[in-house]
C-alpha cells in the first residue's frame, strides 16, 4: 500500500485547509485510515480516523473543527480543516491500517503551518 498525501501549506490563524490522501496497491487490505501530525519537538500524536464502516474518532484538540470524510472510491481520505489555530502547526501523515497483517501504512507527511 502506498500512500501520497497533499494540501498542506501557509494559512493564517481562523483559516481553513483541506488535505487529501490516496492509496494505492493493495487497499483491499485497508480498514481504516486517519491523519496523525507531528510537531516540532513533540511526538506523533492522532487527529482523526475513519472506518470503511464509515465511524469516525478525533483528537479532543480538533473536535468541532476538523472533518474527516471518505472519497466515493473509498481510496481516498480527506480532512477539511476550519478555524485553524497557530498549535495546529505540524507534519500532517496520512495513515492507513492494514487489518490482515495488522500493520500501519504512512504517507510522506505535508506541512501545514498556521502563522499570521
Known amino acids: 500500500v502506498q500512500l501520497q498525501a497533499s494540501g498542506g501549506g501557509l494559512v493564517q490563524p481562523g483559516g481553513s485547509l483541506r488535505l487529501s490522501c490516496v492509496a494505492s496497491g493493495s487497499i483491499f487490505r485497508i480498514n481504516a485510515m486517519g491523519w496523525y501530525r507531528q510537531a516540532p519537538g513533540k511526538q506523533r500524536e492522532l487527529v482523526a480516523t475513519?472506518?470503511?464502516?464509515?465511524?469516525?474518532n478525533y483528537a479532543d484538540s480538533v473536535k468541532g473543527r476538523f472533518t474527516i470524510s471518505r472519497g466515493n472510491a473509498k481510496n481516498t481520505v480527506y480532512l477539511q480543516m476550519n478555524s485553524l489555530k497557530p498549535e495546529d502547526t505540524a507534519v500532517y501523515y496520512c495513515?492507513?491500517?492494514?487489518?490482515?497483517?495488522?500493520?500501519?501504512?504512512w504517507g510522506q507527511g505535508t506541512l501545514v503551518t498556521v502563522s499570521s
Open positions: 475513519v472506518t470503511t464502516g464509515g465511524s469516525t
Open positions: 495513515n492507513a491500517h492494514d487489518f490482515i497483517a495488522n500493520y500501519d501504512y
